[in-house]
Antibody, heavy 120, light 107 residues
Framework: QVQLVQSGPEVKKPGASLKVSCKAS????????IIWVRQAPGQGLEWMGW????????NYAQNFQGRVTMTTDTSTTTAFMELRGLRSDDSAVYYC?????????????WGQGTLVTVSS | EIVMKQSPATLSVSPGERATLSCRAS??????LAWYQQIPGQPPRLLIY???TRATDIPARFSASGSGTEFTLTISSLQSEDFAVYFC?????????FGGGTKVEIK
């Protein structure tokens, strides 16, 4: 069965950088896109961006432009989301999810989420 | 950016009753609309895509309709496991956008 397994919880100080991984298995990694979504405590879902492992194309939400970088490693079928200049309001659960290869879509497979706490 | 608005924010329903949730888009998304269910501590679970197509393993008590800017999710007879938060999401254009959610709670 398709699995997306994310890295573990993180505690970061303001101004630090974060890198979350999303290990994909049991499907052809380059045939599907990956999105990153975050959810602050008690809040809704916020789309951060998308990457196509097929060609490396990315599309970032305006709110994160200049602060986020999404990459993939096809040799390990892992997607990464790096967020820089962390602030307290970046404290959230971060999810990866699998969608269509080259465009926006719906998302059936999700990672388990990575809890990130930003605190001095 | 397409803004998605859901109503009501909270819906109080008794088990066995019907629940009707709404989602409105600020501009047409044609049928590029998905619905998710989220239980606290879990990732979203896809219920519906293409505005009305149930995802794999989703029970028939979940149905959805709509196109353009107005969409509805109906749960015909609420079971205990259906009390959760429901989100709509459009995928017509980047950026992907989600509605703010409707919490379905036990009356």
């Amino acid at each position: 069965q398709v699995q997306l397994v994310q890295s573990g919880p993180e505690v970061k100080k303001p101004g630090a950088s974060l890198k979350v991984s999303c290990k994909a298995s049991n499907y052809t990694f380059t045939n599907f896109g990956i999105i990153w979504v975050r959810q602050a405590p008690g809040q809704g879902l916020e789309w951060m961006g998308w990457i196509s492992p097929y060609n490396g194309n990315t599309n970032y939400a305006q709110n994160f432009q200049g602060r986020v970088t999404m990459t993939t490693d096809t040799s390990t079928t892992t997607a990464f989301m790096e967020l820089r200049g962390l602030r307290s309001d970046d404290s959230a659960v971060y999810y990866c999810a699998r969608g269509l290869k080259l465009r926006a879509s719906w998302y059936y497979y999700w990672g388990q989420g990575t809890l990130v706490t930003v605190s001095s | 950016e397409i803004v998605m608005k859901q109503s009501p924010a909270t819906l109080s329903v008794s088990p066995g009753e019907r629940a009707t949730l709404s989602c409105r888009a600020s501009q047409s998304v044609t049928s590029n609309l998905a619905w998710y269910q989220q239980i606290p501590g879990q990732p979203p679970r896809l219920l519906i895509y293409g505005a009305s197509t149930r995802a794999t393993d989703i029970p028939a008590r979940f149905s959805a309709s709509g196109s353009g800017t107005e969409f509805t999710l109906t749960i015909s007879s609420l079971q205990s496991e259906d009390f959760a938060v429901y989100f709509c999401q459009q995928y017509t254009n980047w950026p992907l956008t989600f509605g703010g959610g409707t919490k379905v709670e036990i009356k």
